[in-house]
T-cell receptor, first 111, second 118 residues
Framework: SQKIEQNSEALNIQEGKTATLTCNYT??????LQWYRQDPGRGPVFLLL?????KEKRKERLKVTFDTTLKQSLFHITASQPADSATYLC??????????FGQGTELSVKP | GAVVSQHPSWVICKSGTSVKIECRSL??????MFWYRQFPKQSLMLMAT?????????EQGVEKDKFLINHASLTLSTLTVTSAHPEDSSFYIC??????????????FGAGTRLSVL
């Protein structure tokens, strides 16, 4: 079955730096991959969707890449701010049509 | 953007009682809604898929008689935790999928319900 792996260790960076989060999957390449943000005690909020034929997608300070050869997606936040501190979840639809999530990476941006 | 409202946000109940959680899509119709459960520091685990007008599809290991799901309209799905016990304490999150275009591939989530069973 499809598995998603994200860095389980929290990522701590200084304000203004670029945060880079990694998402690896193990089996077939999905048609698209999604990134969500989750704050403590809240539901996930959709950020970006990238299709398999798109190498890169941008939205304001966010950038996502999708490498189907490496079976990996990278999520970048440029000019990070303390308000960006949250857990970021990678998700993709499995062959049964269900959205499955990685365990998430907690990002902490220090002022 | 699409909004999903989940209520209540927090509930405390005694062991043996039943708790109902509502999930509403406010500005779009959702033929399919999903119910997830999340334990601290863990990922979201899909419990069941709820389809309007039909029976829900439960994931392996999820008791359908324990977690009753009703999707009576295109904008409302409910999850009832029956005879709740302390081990049912968790964070329950619903989501709804858009029906057309790009939104068809995106799930919009409610804010979640924190259930504490004493």
């Amino acid at each position: 079955s499809q598995k998603i792996e994200q860095n389980s260790e929290a990522l701590n960076i200084q304000e203004g730096k670029t945060a880079t989060l990694t998402c690896n999957y193990t089996n077939y390449s999905p048609a698209y991959l999604q990134w969500y943000r989750q704050d403590p005690g809240r539901g996930p909020v959709f950020l970006l969707l990238i299709r398999e034929n798109e190498k890169e997608k941008r939205k304001e300070r966010l950038k996502v890449t999708f490498d189907t050869t490496l079976k990996q997606s990278l999520f970048h936040i440029t000019a990070s701010q303390p308000a960006d501190s949250a857990t970021y979840l990678c998700a993709l639809v499995d062959q049964g049509g269900k959205l499955i999530f990685g365990q998430g990476t907690e990002l902490s941006v220090k002022p | 953007g699409a909004v999903v409202s989940q209520h209540p946000s927090w509930v405390i109940c005694k062991s043996g009682t039943s708790v109902k959680i509502e999930c509403r899509s406010l500005d779009f119709q959702a033929t399919t809604m999903f119910w997830y459960r999340q334990f601290p520091k863990q990922s979201l685990m899909l419990m069941a898929t709820s389809n309007e007008g039909s029976k829900a599809t439960y994931e392996q290991g999820v008791e359908k008689d324990k977690f009753l799901i009703n999707h009576a309209s295109l904008t409302l799905s409910t999850l009832t935790v029956t005879s709740a016990h302390p081990e049912d304490s968790s964070f329950y999150i619903c989501s709804a999928r858009g029906v057309a275009g790009l939104a068809k591939n995106i799930q919009y989530f409610g804010a979640g319900t924190r259930l504490s069973v004493l």
